[in-house]
Structure formats: structure tokens, C-alpha cells
């Protein structure tokens, strides 16, 4: 007896019941879509929070000024201890160190007028340190900043409000009355907790302690570390620095406090871990749920067949050809139903599901159909296995 | 002198073990020569069926003997047996037996496959057996839209196609009508006027009367026979 009638006798079992025969080959799919929709759902939630973490600088260190203990001085954070930090023989770690004065302020063009909630005064290298990048003009350079020239570059949420039609770059703006020239519109980075990221505006140091904030204390330093593995060395540089430049002895508490994005974002990236946990747990019942389904519907179809297998052991049939038979079968119908459930996936994961954009995990597609498959093989030929070794009169009796 | 066709000596069968073990043949011999039209009758429970269907190779005996043209069965393993139900034997069911949602050609062809017959052979010889129990018409009608006399038409079409030597019938026309179990004997008759033997449980003394010989189970054991 040939391949192509066990062949043929497999198509004929799969086509003679329809229903079925799709009733299987859904089950499979769902089994397969879900895990791989859910694992996606819960990789989209981890990557767009990583992305956040990445976007805010996980190599970032942020110095402040900090009230002292009562007794020792408070000395403010100067630019010439910014100067200090970006010292690259007392410092190796520090790739830059960017001094920021910070306040709020009123801007206008022509009638329109905007609080902007963060109007900050630094150097070019902050950019570079916030990963802020811009989306129309220029941002300022190390000229405007030695020269002290009354330019801005704006945050989206500023351009979008002092603007609602049209290009604000090389147009004028008043910032507590004093013009500023607009020379670029920062890309949109969206709100990282409760603070708009984007409602922000950033000009020259020397500009803003000259026109606004006057030459008092720095409100931070922002120090990138030369990469995110030396952001511990980095902390202990500046602590270094910092205490010989502000005298702070020996177990003294400092006037000032260190930072690292990392710290502010433990809290919520164990929050996002927890979510992918409970997601990554629901995707694992699912997929045993899954293959319960495709085990009880294999054992129905092969159950509901052993009469047949019977009569075909009545007129001769060889336990090989019975067994390879229902072999077919179930690999026809388990290779079907996956393929269309990793389909489903796939087309799926393009929505956004719950706020959250899935990205598909290759190795969930994998395991997923795998796991199914092999449950429909097992099931859907372990059965019939069986039956085929019963003699031709059990088969034939079973009801 | 040839080997009878079929030849049981002593056989016994025992389902179940200890206390609730049911004793379905309790030591049965029988001869069946070539070419003979037998009847097997008793009551129900009595063990015809069981010895029927170790006559078929669907079952095996506890013990005692089966011979099949004198070669004993005993020794015979699971692929020898079923290749004994390809080749030597046809058996029709009293509930037909038919595989479901598959034409009766297809179904009539079902042993053809499993005896490696090639498709053209297969199809030619399948229609023939349809067209000798009258139902070449039907070839590609299902089961569930033939009625019962047609269906069992379509299972000894299945049972001959393969020229066995003996030709089995579990109650054939227990199922079915006066006319179509007037049509199903016509083509057991013919088969047996064609040389084949023919082994047949019936309850009914009118088709019984088809059979060159009757034979009762009582017990486990014949009772008695008779020649015609």
C-alpha cells in the first residue's frame, strides 16, 4: 500500500466532515493567535516603557541644590562647578556636564500668550544628554551661548500654542517682555509621568541668568556619564568633586543631592514588570487552556471514528496504514490550524490593543505552534494508535 | 482428500476473568467443506456471533483450534490475521458497516487499497461487485442516502470484491424488509451456486431454508446437524 493512498484516505477523512474538521483547525487557531496576541500585547507594554527609560537617559545624573543641615553653609551649584565636573582627569566618567537654571515664564506673539511651565537656561551639550532632537530650525549654538544672544529653541506644546498655524522658527516671541528669536522646535518626546515634556523652552545659560533668572544658584547640573554601565563611577566622581568644591566633611550631610533617571524610574519599570509577569502568566494558562481544547476536540474526532477504524481493520487494513492515516490528519489539520492561528496573530498585533501597540515575540510564534501542533499530533494519533491495535470486534463494538 | 475450508476443534472463548467470567463457547467443533451453504441458528447469547466472528479473524479464540484450508490460525500473528481478512475472507454485518460520508464505489473499494490493488484495477473490479448485487447505479451515492437493503447490498459487494473463499454473514437480513432480504439471499445463493462457502447466522427458519445445512448453538456447543 503507497504514500498516496494513506494520502488520499487522509485528504477524504478531513474533507468528509466539514465542520469537523473546522471546529478542529479553530480551536487550533485560537490557541495559537491568543498566546502569541498576548505575549505581543505584554512585550509592547515592556518596550514602550524601556523606550521611555531610554528616552529620559538611563547614563543621566542630575545634581541639585539641597538645603543643608542646620549649622554647616549652603553653597549654591555655580557654572564653575559644572566647569569641575566636566573635568575629564578628575572626572573620566563624565562625558558632560551641562549647568541649568530653571523658571517659569510668560511668552507672547502677537495677542497670544502662553505660561510655559519649564523655561530653562543651559548649554548645547544638554541636548545631547536629554536626547532632545529637533524637529524644525536648529537648536542654539556654542556661540549664541558665549555671545549671550536672546534666542530659544520651544518644546512642541509651547510651538503648537504660541503658534497654531504656521512655522514658528525666526519668529520673535516675549518672554517676560523680552523678545527672543525662535530658532527651533524640539521633537515631541510626550509626558513622562505626570510633567508634559514637551511644554518646555531652552536658550542660552548666559542669556537666561542675564534677562530672567539673574546669576544666583544653578537649579541642577545634568552629568551624562560616558555610558550607561559608568553611571556608578560617574556618581562617585562628582560626589568627589563635589564635596572638595563645597567643603563637606567627613559624614556631613551634603547641600546638594545626586540623581539618576534610573532611581526616578525604578518605581515604575516595577510596576511594567509586574504587568508583564501577569501578562506572560495569562499567556501560559492560555496556552494550556489552548491545548486542552485542541486535546478534547482530537479525542472526540478520533473516539467518534473508532467504529471506523474497525471496519477498516474488518477488510484487511494494516495497523501502519491505519495509524499513518490518522497521522495525516492530524498533522493536516494541527499544521493548518496553527498556520492560521500565527495569521491571526499577526494581523492582530497590527491593532492597538488597550493603548498598547503589540510587538510580536518570534520565539512566542514559535513555542505557540509548536505546542499546539505537537498536542494535535499526540492526540489526534495517540487515540487512533490505540484503536488500531484493538482487535477488529472491540473496534467495531465501541460505541 | 482436501482440508476442510473451515475446521474448529474444541474452541473456547471466555470474557472476563474469576466469578463474572462469561463462558460464550464451551469446547464447539465444526466442519465446513468447501463450496457449502451453512446456517448457523440459536438463541441469543447462545455464542453464535462470537463463533462467527472468530470464524472472520475479528476475534481470537481462549483456546481450541481454527484451522483455515487445513493452516491453524493459532500461530497466526496480528498482520497474518489480517491479511486472512483481506484475502480468504468477506464478512457482512448485520448493522452493514459502512464507513460514513464516503461513496459506496469508495467503500467497496476499501479492501482493494489494502491489498495494494492499483486504481484502475481497483475501480474496475469495485463496480463489478457493485454491478452484481445490482447497485452500479448507486456507485457514488453515500450510505446515509441509500436505504438498508442497499446499503447491506453495497457491504457484500465489499465482502466479494476481493474473491474470497469463504463469505461470512452476521444476521444479513436482521436489519431489513421481506423484499430486501429477498434480494440480499438471492446474491448469497448465487455466490455459494458460484463455488464460494457460505456461513450465515440467521433467527428466521425461512432464510435458513437458503442453506444446504442448518446448525444450532445451544450453550456454547452445536446442538445438532442436519443435512439438507
Known sequence: ?399 | MTAPVIEVRDLRKTYGTGDTAVHALRGLDLTVARGEYLAIMGASGSGKSTLLNILGCLDVPTSGNYLIDGIDTAEFGEAQLGLMRNRKIGFVFQSFNLIPRTSALANVELPLVYAGVRRAARRARALAALRLVGLADRAHHRPNELSGGQQQRVAIARALVTAPAIVLADEPTGNLDTRSSQDVMGILDQLNAGGRTVVLITHEDDVAAHADRVVRVVDGRIAQGVRA
Open chain 1, 1 to 399: 500500500m503507497r504514500f498516496t493512498e494513506v494520502l488520499a484516505f487522509a485528504v477524504r477523512g478531513v474533507t468528509a466532515n466539514k465542520l469537523r474538521s473546522a471546529l478542529t483547525t479553530l480551536g487550533i487557531m485560537i490557541g495559537v493567535a491568543s498566546v502569541i496576541l498576548l505575549i505581543a500585547v505584554g512585550n509592547g507594554a515592556s518596550q514602550s516603557v524601556q523606550q521611555s527609560i531610554a528616552g529620559l537617559g538611563t547614563n543621566v545624573l542630575t545634581v541639585s541644590p539641597q538645603r543643608a543641615q542646620a549649622g554647616s553653609s549652603t553653597k549654591p551649584l555655580t557654572t564653575a562647578d559644572a566647569k569641575a565636573l566636566a573635568d575629564p582627569v578628575e572626572a573620566p566618567a563624565v562625558k558632560s556636564a551641562s549647568p541649568v537654571t530653571s523658571t517659569s515664564a510668560t511668552a507672547a506673539h502677537g495677542s497670544v500668550s502662553y505660561s510655559i511651565s519649564q523655561f530653562l537656561g543651559t548649554d548645547p551639550a544638554y541636548f545631547g544628554t536629554t536626547n532632545s532632537s529637533v524637529a524644525q530650525g536648529a537648536l542654539f549654538s556654542a556661540d549664541d551661548l558665549a555671545q549671550g544672544r536672546k534666542v530659544v529653541v520651544i518644546g512642541a506644546t509651547v510651538a503648537t500654542q504660541l503658534f497654531p498655524t504656521g512655522s514658528p522658527v525666526g519668529e520673535s516671541i516675549l518672554v517676560n517682555n523680552i523678545p527672543f528669536t525662535v530658532v527651533g522646535v524640539l521633537a515631541t518626546k510626550g509626558s513622562s509621568g505626570l510633567q508634559d515634556a514637551d511644554d518646555t523652552a531652552v536658550a542660552p545659560l548666559s542669556t537666561v541668568q542675564n534677562a530672567l533668572t539673574g546669576y544666583g544658584s544653578l537649579s541642577q547640573i545634568v552629568v551624562q556619564a560616558t555610558s550607561a554601565d559608568t553611571i556608578s563611577d560617574a556618581q562617585a566622581q562628582v560626589t568627589t568633586i563635589l564635596d572638595g568644591r563645597h567643603k563637606v566633611g567627613f559624614g556631613q550631610q551634603a547641600d546638594y543631592r545626586i540623581l539618576s533617571q534610573e532611581q526616578l524610574l525604578t518605581a515604575r519599570t516595577a510596576t511594567t514588570d509586574t504587568f508583564t509577569v501577569l501578562l506572560a502568566s495569562v499567556a501560559a494558562i492560555s496556552l494550556l487552556v489552548g491545548g486542552i481544547g485542541v486535546t478534547n476536540i482530537m479525542l472526540v474526532t478520533v473516539t467518534e471514528r473508532i467504529r471506523e477504524i474497525g471496519i477498516r481493520k474488518a477488510v484487511g487494513a494494516r495497523r501502519g496504514a491505519i495509524l499513518g492515516q490518522f497521522l495525516l490528519e492530524a498533522t493536516m489539520l494541527s499544521l493548518f490550524g496553527g498556520a492560521l492561528g500565527v495569521a491571526v496573530g499577526f494581523i492582530g498585533a497590527r491593532f492597538t490593543i488597550a493603548g498598547i501597540t503589540p510587538v510580536i515575540v518570534p520565539s512566542s510564534v514559535l513555542l505557540a505552534f509548536a505546542v499546539s501542533a505537537l498536542i494535535g499530533l499526540f492526540f489526534g494519533s495517540y487515540p487512533a494508535s490505540r484503536a488500531a491495535r484493538l482487535r477488529p470486534i472491540e473496534a467495531l463494538r465501541h460505541e
